[in-house]
């Protein structure tokens, strides 16, 4: 059966609400918060955003920054960079985490570069802090 067919749509629709309550979820326990949403931050402000991170790269040549996350709140996802770092302990794609600092643009993305940042086990609580 093609993905066109019933399944193939079902599926999609399934997913789709999955995908949509999670980001939901994100938006509203970052607000609860008092986060800052990342749609809204514009270059050169200070920032607190809280977020999921959906993928993390780690620079291996001179042409790379250090570690890269990928932070999404829900309403749209900043790269946190860690400038001259090889890797940090917790930071690995399903975490939810805080990150603090001021929000830069690069190729049309947001950006925040060495910010403090919280590990959470959820949006309740930290687990640990670091800069």
């Not at 932070?71 to 790269?79: N, Q, R």
């Not at 190729?107 to 403090?116: A, D, H, I, T």
Request: proline letters at 2%; one cysteine or more; glycine letters at 12%.
């Amino acid at each position: 059966m093609s993905e066109t067919g019933f399944l193939g749509r079902l599926g999609a629709r399934l997913t789709q609400t999955l995908e949509h309550s999670d980001a939901e979820e994100l938006e509203k326990a970052s607000r609860s918060s008092g986060a800052d949403s990342v749609c809204s931050c514009s270059c050169g402000q200070s920032a607190t955003i809280i977020g999921r991170i959906r993928s993390v790269t780690y620079g291996l040549g001179e042409d790379e920054l250090g570690v890269t996350a990928e932070v999404y709140d829900g309403t749209a996802s900043v790269d946190v960079v860690w400038l001259g770092r090889r890797s940090i302990p917790g930071i690995e794609v399903g975490r939810c985490l805080q990150v603090s600092g001021r929000i830069a643009f690069k190729n049309n993305r947001r950006m925040l570069f060495n910010p403090r940042y919280e590990l959470r086990e959820d949006v309740a609580g930290p687990v640990r802090e670091g800069r």
